[in-house]
Every structure is written in C-alpha cells, then in structure tokens.
C-alpha cells in the first residue's frame, strides 16, 4: 500500500477510471455483438439504425483513450463494410 497522500490519491483515481474503463469496453462489446448478429441475420434496416450507435460509441471510446482512435476508425470502416457485403 502506498503511504504518501499523493500515492494514496492516485490509486483511488485509477481504481475510479479503470472501472471507468471496464464498463465502457463491456459496452462497446455488446453493441458489436448486437449489430453484427444483425448484419448476419440480414436484417439490414436495423443494423443501418444502430450503426450511428456503434459509431458514437467508438468515438467516445477514442476520445477517452479506452481504444486508440485509428483502431476505432479501422473497426467503424470493417462494420461499415460488413454491412455493405451483406447487402
């Protein structure tokens, strides 16, 4: 355990931000299971509703530093064209 106060404070913020963390990335997993079971099932008008879903929550993941921003940008361009492929 740390002793310094400064040390002491560190840890509960990164306690704070790593549940943070942990709940937007079971986020992020969900939505992509969600649509991808929609794009299989070919279901194409509702995957094309939550595909801006997706999108959003790729960009808030990005912007917080969960997930570097090219590989989110990489996973919104493959949904993208999954999408199309099915189609």
Do not use: C, F, G, W
Request: charged share 40%; aromatic share 4%; net charge positive.
């Amino acid at each position: 355990m740390p002793k310094r106060r400064a040390a002491v404070k560190r840890l509960r913020v990164d306690k704070k931000r790593h549940q943070r963390n942990v709940t937007l990335k079971r986020v992020i997993k969900k939505t992509l299971k969600n649509y991808r079971s929609l794009v299989t099932s070919k279901k194409t008008e509702d995957a094309q509703k939550t595909l801006p879903k997706v999108y959003s929550i790729l960009d808030k993941a990005a912007k917080k530093n969960i997930m570097h921003y090219r590989t989110a940008d990489r996973l919104k361009a493959r949904l993208a064209q999954s999408l199309t492929k099915k189609a």
